[in-house]
């Protein structure tokens, strides 16, 4: 028998696959599940027996959270990366990081194929066909539901049909849940007009009072909050989750441009993304120059673009990633948060490198490093060009 390896979740969608290609197209199929801070042990636990009760030739578990954190999540707090001013690239980010993952055990196994149970009207087809070709080019590619342009209802059926007991009712909504983020999909995000209703959020509100919440940032990395220092930052993003997500921050509906042409629609819950974003970035207000934030803006948008697109092994990003990291040195202080039900606020920030320091002056007030005298010379200077501009366009349409 030829071996498959596929790309697990315990999902609908890759239940299906497990049993298709297993039952019906005759192959050895080889599970794995990539978890990106997404599961717990006790949730593994359950894949792992759902998937040995597909009977699966094999099934296998890989723990890459922090690699997650170390070679994308935290370039994205570098960027402030929030795609159309909104997504904090939760699935996109991941995706990348699983499909390389998938692929490299392939090729360790020395898998003919390679599957997953993505369908053809996303972006996720995208994404792992072009990692998979570029660590596994041998490997030939398969996706079932892709191919058969199957509905959840058929897949569903199927399952029925082959014996499978799961909650169907659940699968209604395709829900992936990494440390970057929950996606969630359903009827209501096929339409341009309906929201999600409140039992298809996988967080419910249960959060009534105020909470305020400190977070300490090294080199622009997240490494405190509320006083407690982490050795590793994803362990201090799915804490800041708990402890947020409850309150129904971070939920959202996000609407883009999809890598295949058609606009997209589907639903997130991140608060920990969000809230470190915004945090970060009141940070670098306060303590890069103007240039440097300009730059930083201009070459993030593209990174995050690039990325969402499946882009993460184009060297141009380990480029840029370089570029990132440099501008992080002095982006180090406390940022202080109030969480409330639906909304949080950034109250201040302290930090050695702040550059709004009262030596130099108050806005709006006084200043301690320059005279008025000063002021008018700079400004004649400074607006040269535009009254030159100005005065002689006004003499030529004079003559």
């Known amino acids: 028998m030829k071996k498959v390896v596929l790309a697990y979740s315990g999902g609908l969608d890759t239940t299906y696959c497990a049993i298709y290609l297993s039952k019906i197209k005759g192959l050895e199929v080889h599970a794995i599940t990539v978890n990106t801070g997404g599961f717990n042990e006790e949730e593994i636990q359950q894949i792992a027996t759902r998937a040995k009760q597909l009977g699966v030739a094999s099934y296998k578990s890989v723990d890459v959270t922090n690699e997650y954190y170390e070679h994308c999540v935290k370039y994205l707090i570098f960027g402030n990366m929030l795609k159309n001013g909104t997504y904090p690239l939760s699935v996109s980010a991941e995706r990348l990081v699983q499909a390389k993952t998938v692929a490299e055990y392939a090729l360790e196994i020395g898998a003919d194929y390679i599957a997953h149970g993505s369908t053809g009207a996303g972006n996720d087809q995208v994404r792992f066909d072009m990692i998979f070709a570029t660590i596994a080019p041998n490997a030939a590619i398969l996706t079932p539901i892709r191919d058969m342009k199957l509905s959840r209802d058929a897949e569903i059926e199927f399952l029925k049909e082959h014996g499978v007991e799961m909650n169907f009712a659940k699968a209604a909504y395709s829900i992936n849940k990494g440390l970057w983020g929950t996606s969630v999909g359903g009827k209501e995000t096929l339409t341009s007009k309906n929201y999600l209703p409140e039992e298809a959020w996988p967080t419910q509100v249960t959060a009534t009072e105020p909470m305020s919440v400190e977070i300490s940032f090294k080199n ?141 002056g108050s806005y709006g007030e006084m200043n ?32």
């Open 220 to 360: 622009g990395e997240p490494v405190a909050l509320n006083g407690k220092a982490y050795e590793f930052p994803a362990q201090l993003i799915q804490d800041l989750q708990a402890v947020a997500q409850p309150y129904g921050i971070g939920r959202d509906i996000h609407v883009g441009d999809t890598i295949i042409g058609i606009k997209g629609r589907v639903g997130f819950e991140a608060a920990a993304p969000v809230i470190l974003i915004k945090a970060h970035h009141l940070l670098e207000k306060h303590t890069l120059t103007k240039w440097q934030t300009y730059w930083k803006d201009q070459l993030s948008t593209w990174y995050a673009n690039w990325l969402h697109e499946g882009q993460l092994l184009d060297p141009a990003m380990r480029h840029i990633e370089g570029f990132l990291n440099d501008t992080q040195a002095t982006v180090t202080g406390k940022v202080f948060i109030e969480l409330a039900p639906y909304r949080y606020t950034l109250t201040g920030i302290e930090s050695d490198h702040d550059l709004m320091s009262s030596a130099f």
């Open 368 to 399: 301690n490093g320059w005279t008025g005298d000063d002021v008018k010379g700079f400004t004649k200077i400074f607006g040269n060009q535009v009254s030159i501009f100005h005065k002689v366009n006004q003499a030529a349409n004079n003559d």
